[in-house]
T-cell receptor, first 112, second 116 residues
């Protein structure tokens, strides 16, 4: 069945350093890859997404890269700040419909 | 607040009781999704609607779960004969129609269910 694998499950980085979270997906027809951020006790919120007609997208300190051949995509956060501490989820749709499958999440800790 | 709203925010119930949750999507969004999230996990797809039509229901969803969206606006999720394993955060999300592409899903604050 459809599957989205995400790793690492936990990531600690020093403030100011970069963080990278990786995901793989199984459905080769998937063409939209969002990333959500969920702070403690709050709802998931979209931070960036990428469609399969591009290989990279950047928004200030956040970037996402996509490798359709290898079926993986990654989130890159540069110059990390304390407010980046949260759980990050990748997601991908099945090819047939709008059902979105989420990864299990990465808990990012920014160390002072 | 013009975002997605859910009611109640918290529900404590005894095993075997029925519970019903409500979701009000963003008004112009005709797609509505229900997810379940347990601690340390990502949102797990339950079902989704386009207008009043329920387009897909997760194979993981037992017959105790039912969802409706009678007028294509708000939606309800009912769990009958609740079990302790039903304890979770139930999230609702809405989006504009995709029409071959995908649009951002906006999540509500969730309803936290505790089954004693």
């Amino acid at each position: 069945g459809e599957n989205v694998e995400q790793h690492p499950s936990t990531l600690s980085v020093q403030e100011g350093d970069s963080a990278v979270i990786k995901c793989t997906y199984s459905d080769s027809a998937s063409n939209y890859f969002p990333w959500y951020k969920q702070e403690l006790g709050k709802r998931p919120q979209l931070i960036i997404d990428i469609r399969s007609n591009v290989g990279e997208k950047k928004d200030q300190r956040i970037a996402v890269t996509l490798n359709k051949t290898a079926k993986h995509f990654s989130l890159h956060i540069t110059e990390t700040q304390p407010e980046d501490s949260a759980v990050y989820f990748c997601a991908a749709p099945t090819g047939r419909d709008d059902k979105i499958i989420f990864g299990k999440g990465t808990r990012l800790h920014i160390l002072p | 607040d013009t975002g997605v709203s859910q009611d109640p925010r918290h529900k404590i119930t005894k095993r075997g009781q029925n519970v019903t949750f409500r979701c009000d999507p963003i008004s112009e969004h005709n797609r509505l999704y229900w997810y379940r999230q347990t601690l340390g996990q990502g949102p797990e797809f339950l079902t989704y609607f386009q207008n009043e039509a329920q387009l897909e229901k997760s194979r993981l969803l037992s017959d105790r779960f039912s969802a409706e969206r009678p007028k294509g606006s708000f939606s309800t999720l009912e769990i009958q004969r609740t079990e302790q394993g039903d304890s979770a955060m139930y999230l609702c999300a809405s989006s504009l129609p995709g029409q071959g592409s995908y649009n951002e899903q906006f999540f509500g604050p969730g309803t936290r269910l505790t089954v004693l």
